[in-house]
Each structure stands twice: as structure tokens, then as C-alpha cells.
């Protein structure tokens, strides 16, 4: 095996960060096999408390947080609404119960207001990404702490990202302001999800860890966080379609969203994430669905040009991870065309011609992309 020798310019330098410019990067792994490519690595502070019964730790969390006056933000669909409330009795100063997806931004602005009226000096959300994305969105004006107890898979509790959606257009941004300060997974909140969630819900968090190996920032950390995030996700998927109460495997998809969505939190997303946004802002379809049958599509186009991770995700989803999920998503009842989530031929041309020329590691046009969705449209197998 032949390899590249890596030159390197000297550092470049601005106020707090040193960077070496890269001018030739390394093509080849040595004779070990090992590759590591030069990388940047900077970890961001969260506190994560996971395991099943711990719902019951928020008021010691919310005191840690040194809040007094908090605004709880609660899907009324999530179990736990009660616990929470009685956990942070004393210092609740607003309990909020309407969410929704993709954050409106008229609901947003509502919330935003309620905040500021009432006072408070922290927010606590129970649900799904809509509940996450409703304290993100006040969060970003405010600077208001967040404490999340996720209730699916979603992994947004551990992003910079933020979305809202007015109009028929979805606006998406990353701000550290909206990245949650403690986040408190109890899986036990998830043995409920009915399986038309709990299916795309893991396939949203397997998204973010595609997203995550292949996303110009990202490091050696989020690369294996990723893997084993898809590696436990693989594993737990299958489980809850035999036993949706097994709580080991409801503990391992929340584990993998854990994972996923620190992963793409540090990597950033690229064009998976641009076109279920795209078509989630145009259509308000089901975000975690739309992202389930994307993403075989996605990782079809992207595989040519990702032999290692193709190679580390194999194991578990065979040596076409592409087919591996959307056979994956076929047996676990997860939706495999955008057709049936609402979408038609002339979106799907719109989506395609906007997020042209998004960044990707195999370069992609608007007909390119039209292809890829029309395949998606149609529910066919990726290719
Ligand atoms: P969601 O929050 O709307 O939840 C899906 C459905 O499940 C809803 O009907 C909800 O009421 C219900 N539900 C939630 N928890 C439940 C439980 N434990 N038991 C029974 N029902 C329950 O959807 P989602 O897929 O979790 O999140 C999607 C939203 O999150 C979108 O707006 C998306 O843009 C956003 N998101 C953001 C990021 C990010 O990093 N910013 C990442 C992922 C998703």
C-alpha cells in the first residue's frame, strides 16, 4: 500500500486558535491499515443524566441549574407531564403545553412572550423535538438554560440547531445559546411511543450519525460516536417490533440518539438534513419519517466516496448500507416513500433545484438530485 506523505504550511493563527493549514491531505491509510486524518477537536459542556426512572432527578438538576423561576414546556402526548410539574413545584412559574413540529414561528413568538411576562430564568421541555425545538426557539432571544427530557429519539437536545418554520419555508440555524444544558434521558418515557414513531424516530438519529461521518467537521470522536450510535440503533430497532416494552432496547435507541445527536451536534449537517428540511418546511411532513426514507437514498449516493465508514458500518448493516436500512426500515414498518407521507413529482423538482450545489463528498446537481428523490417519491430501492 503506497502512501502520501501530508505537508503542512505553518499554523495560522487568530485570537484563541491555532490551526495548521493543510495544503495536501492524506489519500492513503499506512502499512498498519490505520488512517487518521488531521482534525480539530473541542468539546462543548453538557451535563447528561441517563437511565431508566431518573425523570425523578429534575429537581436536582433544576436546583444545580440555580433556577427559581422555571418555565416547563410539555408535550401533553409525553408521559411525565405530572412528575415534572411536582418535581419542580417550588420553582415553577409557568407550566406551557403546546407544541408542534417544525416550530411555528407565530407559536414560538406566543411562548417567547409567555417567558418574558412570567419572568423566568430557565426552561424545562418534556417531548419530542417539537418540545426541544419550542425552548430552543425562546432560548435563542433569551439565552435562557435549558433542561431537556427527550421523550423520542430525535437527538436535537444536544445540538447548537435550531429551526422555525413561517410561511411554507423552514429557517435552521446553529446557535450555542439554544444547545441544552443538562439533558435527562429516562427510557422508560419511550415504552409508550406507538411503533409509527419509534421506527422513523431511530432512523432520525441513525440520519444524524450519516450526517456525522461525513460532514466536513468531523472528527475522530464524532466518527465513532456515529458508528456505535448506528451499531445500537441496528440492534435495538428490531427488538421493539418483537417487544415495544423491552426497556433495554428503549434504553439503547435512546443511548444511540444520545450519541447521534452529540455526534452531528459537533459535525454539522450537510445535504440529507437540507432536503428533509426543504421538504419538511414546504409540505410540514412528519420530520422523522421524511428522514427515514431519505436517508437510504442519501447513503446510496454517498457510499462511492466513504469506503471506511462503509467498511465500520457493515457489520451490522451489511456491505450495502444503503439496502441495509431501507430493508431495515421494510421490516420495521417504517415508510419507504415520500408519496405516502404526502409529497408529489413537481415538490420533489422544487426540493431538488433548491438544494443544488449543497455541499456533499459526491458533488450534486439539481438533476442528480431529482433522481435520487424521484426514487425516494416512488419508494424504490436506493441504488
Ligand atoms: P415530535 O416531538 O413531534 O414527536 C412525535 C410525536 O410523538 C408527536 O405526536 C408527539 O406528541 C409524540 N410523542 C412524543 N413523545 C412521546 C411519548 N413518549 N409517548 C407517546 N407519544 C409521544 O417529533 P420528533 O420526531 O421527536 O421531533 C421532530 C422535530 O424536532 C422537528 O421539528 C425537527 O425539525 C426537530 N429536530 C431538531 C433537531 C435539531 O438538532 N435541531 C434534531 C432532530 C429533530
Not at 47 to 73: H, K, N, Q, S, Y
Not at 107 to 124: P, T
Not at 175 to 187: G, N, Q, S, T
Not at 322 to 350: H, I, K, Y
Request: hydrophobic share 45%.
Amino acid at each position: 500500500m503506497t502512501t502520501t506523505p501530508m505537508t503542512t504550511t505553518p499554523m495560522t493563527t487568530t485570537p484563541g486558535i491555532t490551526t495548521p493549514m493543510i495544503t495536501t491531505p492524506p489519500t492513503a491509510s499506512g502499512a498498519s491499515g490505520v488512517r487518521i486524518d488531521p482534525f480539530d477537536y473541542e468539546a462543548r459542556p453538557v451535563r447528561v443524566v441517563f437511565g431508566p426512572g431518573r425523570i425523578t432527578e429534575v429537581g436536582a438538576e433544576v436546583d444545580r441549574l440555580g433556577l427559581r423561576r422555571v418555565m416547563l414546556i410539555a408535550d401533553p402526548r409525553a408521559p411525565g407531564g405530572e412528575v415534572l410539574a411536582a418535581a419542580v413545584a417550588s420553582r415553577l412559574a409557568l407550566h406551557w403545553d403546546e407544541v408542534a413540529q417544525h416550530v411555528p414561528i407565530a407559536l414560538a413568538e406566543r411562548a417567547h412572550a409567555a417567558a418574558v411576562a412570567a419572568g423566568v430564568d430557565g426552561l424545562v421541555s418534556l417531548g419530542g423535538g417539537a418540545a426541544t425545538g419550542l425552548a430552543k426557539a425562546i432560548a435563542l432571544d433569551t439565552g435562557l438554560p435549558i433542561l431537556a427530557v427527550p421523550t423520542t429519539y430525535a437527538g436535537s437536545e444536544l445540538t447548537p440547531v435550531y429551526g422555525m418554520t413561517g410561511g411554507r419555508r423552514k429557517r435552521t440555524g446553529s446557535d450555542e445559546r439554544v444547545r441544552p444544558a443538562v439533558v435527562v434521558y429516562d427510557p422508560e418515557l419511550t415504552l409508550g411511543l406507538p411503533p409509527e414513531v419509534t421506527g422513523p424516530s431511530a432512523f432520525n438519529a441513525m440520519a444524524h450519525c450519516f450526517a456525522a461521518l461525513w460532514a466536513p467537521h468531523r472528527d475522530p470522536l464524532t466518527s465513532a460516536l456515529a458508528v456505535d450510535a448506528l451499531r445500537t440503533a441496528a440492534a435495538s430497532l428490531p427488538a421493539l417490533v418483537d417487544d415495544p416494552a423491552d426497556v433495554q432496547a428503549r434504553s439503547g435507541l435512546q443511548y444511540a440518539a444520545f450519541l447521534a445527536g452529540t455526534a452531528l451536534g459537533r459535525a454539522g449537517t450537510g445535504l440529507q438534513h437540507r432536503i428533509c428540511h426543504e421538504l419538511g418546511g414546504r409540505l410540514n411532513l412528519p420530520h422523522a419519517d421524511t428522514h427515514a426514507v431519505v436517508l437510504p437514498h442519501v447513503v446510496a449516493l454517498n457510499g462511492p466516496a466513504g469506503p471506511d465508514w462503509t467498511a465500520r458500518v457493515a457489520p451490522f448493516l451489511g456491505p450495502d448500507p444503503a439496502v441495509g436500512l431501507w430493508e431495515l426500515a421494510r421490516r420495521s414498518g417504517v415508510p419507504t416513500d415520500l408519496a405516502r407521507l404526502g409529497a408529489d413529482d413537481r415538490v420533489v423538482r422544487d426540493v431538488a433545484g433548491s438544494v443544488a450545489h449543497t455541499p456533499n463528498p459526491v458533488p450534486v446537481d439539481a438533476v442528480v438530485l431529482a433522481t435520487l428523490l424521484e426514487r425516494a417519491l416512488k419508494g424504490d430501492v436506493p441504488a
